[in-house]
Each structure stands twice: as C-alpha cells, then as structure tokens.
Nanobody, 120 residues
Framework: QVQLVESGGGLVQPGGSLRLSCAAS????????MAWYRQAPGKQRELVAA???????NYADSVKGRFTISTDNAKNTVWLQMNSLKPEDTAVYYC??????????????WGQGTQVTVSA
C-alpha cells in the first residue's frame, strides 16, 4: 500500500504563484509515473502535468509555460510549481502515482486532494 500526502494549496491572487508537493510513502517497489490532476466544480477530473521516472514530462495545453512538474526520485516526491495563476486554475488538485510490484502488477494511487483558489 502506498500513501500520497499533498500540501501547498491555498488562496492566491491572479498572477500569483503556488507550489504543490506530494510525498509518496509505504510499500513502494517501483514508482514509475507521477502526475497532478485537477477537478473544478461541475467538471471532470483532468490531467494537469505528469512526469516519468526517467524525467519525461507532459502538460495540459492550458498550463504549458506556466506550470512545471518536477520530482525527486530518491525521496518519492513530486512538485508542481504554478506561476501566472488564473481564476480558471481554481480546482482541487490531486496527486497520482503509478507503481508496480515485483510481479509487474500495476497499482494506481491517489492523494486526498488540495484546494487551489485563484481569486482577487
């Protein structure tokens, strides 16, 4: 079992910045992919940014150039640096981790979510 603990959400004015962090702990054999998703009220959960163990990143078009995902594989931690925030970035942000066990069975884990509100 893997636990994901997120932190860093809050209220920020448009144009401001926030940094989210997510630390994975527990029985981790191979954590090969971590990502941030978000869900705004009345909308489906969407991928914001993802990073593989090898450092390959992927971003939603709406956040390219503003958000940066990074990871410390040794610490099983992923960060999301969010700059130039807009009101439409307001959502609950969820950390996601993909792992497999020694038998290559995949597992999908979610954090509890952290609220990000962008408002004047």
């Amino acid at each position: 079992q893997v636990q994901l603990v997120e932190s860093g959400g809050g209220l920020v004015q448009p144009g401001g910045s926030l940094r989210l962090s997510c630390a994975a702990s527990g029985s981790i054999f191979n954590l090969y992919h971590m990502a941030w998703y978000r869900q705004a009220p009345g909308k489906q959960r969407e991928l914001v940014a993802a990073i593989t163990g090898g450092g390959t990143t992927n971003y939603a078009d709406s956040v390219k150039g503003r958000f940066t995902i990074s990871t410390d594989n040794a610490k099983n931690t992923v960060w999301l640096q969010m700059n130039s925030l807009k009101p439409e970035d307001t959502a609950v942000y969820y950390c996601n981790a993909l792992t497999n066990d020694p038998y290559s069975i995949p597992y999908n884990y979610w954090g509890q979510g952290t609220q990000v509100t962008v408002s004047a």
